[in-house]
C-alpha cells in the first residue's frame, strides 16, 4: 500500500529529528518538570530545620532520591542507556549532585537534634530534712 509507507516515513522522519523522542511531543517546561519536586523538596527542608523536625527533613530526602530514581529511569528510557558522557547524552554530573544532595539531607536528619521537651522536669535529689533528736538539739 503506497499510503502506508509515506505516513509511516513522515512519522519515521519526524521521531529522528528531535534529539529524544518522549511520550508525547509536548515538551514539559521548567517549572513543570524535575524543578517543581525540588523546589518542594527544598521547602520543606528549610520548614524541617526550622521547626526542627527529623521526619519533615528525612521526608525532603525521600522526595529528593526518589526523583532523582525516576528521572534516571526516564533519561534511560530516552537515552538507550544509562551512561555519563562529556557529549551530552546520557546522564550528567546534575544528577549525581542530586543524589549527593538526598544523601546528604537524610543524613542530616538523622545527626539532627529533635525539638525540645517542654513538660515537667524532675527535681534533683534532695537530703531529708533531719528531725531534731531527744534533747532539742
Same mark, same amino acid.
Given at each position: ?17 528531535? =534529539? ?5 511531543? &509536548?515538551? %514539559?517546561? $521548567?517549572?513543570?518538570?524535575?524543578? $517543581? =519536586? ?9 520548614? @524541617? ?5 527529623? $521526619? ?41 549532585? %542530586? ?9 542530616? @536528619? ?7 521537651? &517542654?513538660?515537667? &522536669? ?5 537530703? =531529708? ?9
Amino acid at each position: 500500500m503506497p499510503g502506508t509507507t509515506a505516513v509511516s516515513d513522515a512519522t519515521t522522519a519526524s521521531r529522528s529529528s528531535s =534529539p529524544r523522542p518522549g511520550i508525547t511531543d &509536548h515538551r %514539559a517546561t $521548567l517549572l513543570g518538570s524535575i524543578l $517543581l =519536586p525540588y523546589l518542594f523538596a527544598a521547602v520543606l527542608t528549610l520548614c @524541617a530545620v526550622l521547626l526542627r523536625s527529623r $521526619l519533615l527533613m528525612a521526608l525532603a530526602g525521600i522526595i529528593v532520591l526518589g526523583f532523582s530514581i525516576l528521572w534516571t529511569v526516564r533519561q534511560g528510557q530516552a537515552a538507550g542507556s544509562l551512561t555519563v558522557g562529556g557529549d551530552g547524552r546520557g546522564l550528567g554530573d546534575g544528577l549525581a549532585n %542530586a543524589f549527593g544532595a538526598g544523601a546528604l539531607i537524610l543524613l542530616g @536528619a538523622a545527626v539532627m537534634r529533635g525539638r525540645p521537651t &517542654h513538660g515537667p &522536669h524532675p527535681l534533683p535529689p534532695t537530703t =531529708p530534712p533531719t528531725a531534731p533528736d531527744a534533747y532539742g538539739s
